[in-house]
């Protein structure tokens, strides 16, 4: 296992088309988590996985925005009907959590461009 | 709410100079504190791991330093290289989430 995989790396849609990403973690990690980072900021937390349980969601993640996580593996993000605002890049990150925190390993990230 | 502030915002200095760069949070019941690195249009690089018992942490010219009751870390890099040119970004974590600074870009000038 290599880390964190996040497909497709760029993705240009126009505005009003729904998109799809995903995120295959580093396989014992079980949280995972959605990060959007827009140009000069730092990430922003959109939500988080335990196995396959969403806990946690930012007001970041409108009602367009979904987050799934089946069995516990893989995690896909999905934007529906695009805005000009959502270009950014979606960042996603594993971590194994227990007694002790081992921190968050990082995806290369999908790079939205909603034109 | 957990806020991190990162200063500076950019800092541009000489090959060979030691540098540091600073990180404030507002919470201090974090688990604990992260530094990354961002190369341009790239994900995020860990580079040091802070546990919140620990005070410090090393990785080769890189050392990181933790003040819970403060509030404040500091990367400190030694003899800089112009491949350490990037943006550095720390994190506080607490039970479920990261929350991230803006970062400071740094320029290592040959």
């Known amino acids: 296992d290599t880390g964190v995989s996040q497909n497709p790396r760029h993705k240009i849609t126009k505005r009003g088309q729904n998109v799809t990403f995903r995120c295959d973690p580093i396989s014992e990690h079980n949280r995972l988590y959605w990060y959007r980072q827009t140009l000069g900021q730092g990430p922003e937390f959109l939500t988080y996985f335990q196995n396959e349980a969403q806990l946690e969601k930012s007001r970041l993640l409108s009602d367009r925005f979904s987050a799934e996580r089946p069995k516990g593996s893989f995690s896909t993000l999905e934007i529906q009907r695009t805005e000009q605002g959502d270009s950014a890049m979606y960042l996603c990150?594993?971590?194994?959590?227990?007694?002790?925190?081992?921190?968050?390993?990082f995806g290369s990230g999908t790079r939205l461009t909603v034109v | 709410k957990q806020e991190v502030t990162q200063i500076p915002a950019a800092l541009s200095v000489p090959e060979g100079e030691n540098l540091v760069l600073n990180c404030s949070f507002t919470?201090?019941?974090?688990?604990?504190l992260q530094w990354f690195r961002q190369d341009p249009g790239k994900g995020l690089t860990s580079l040091l791991l802070?546990?919140?018992?620990?005070r410090e942490q090393t990785s080769g010219r890189l050392n990181a330093s933790l003040d819970k009751s403060s509030g404040r870390s500091t990367l400190y890099i030694a003899a800089s290289q112009p491949g350490d040119s990037a943006t550095y970004l720390c994190a506080a974590a607490n039970n479920n989430d990261m929350r991230f600074g803006a970062g400071t870009r740094l320029t290592v000038k040959p």
């Open positions: 990150a594993s971590s194994l959590t227990g007694q002790i925190n081992y921190g968050y390993t």
């Open positions: 919470d201090s019941a974090i688990y604990n």
């Open positions: 802070i546990q919140s018992s620990q």
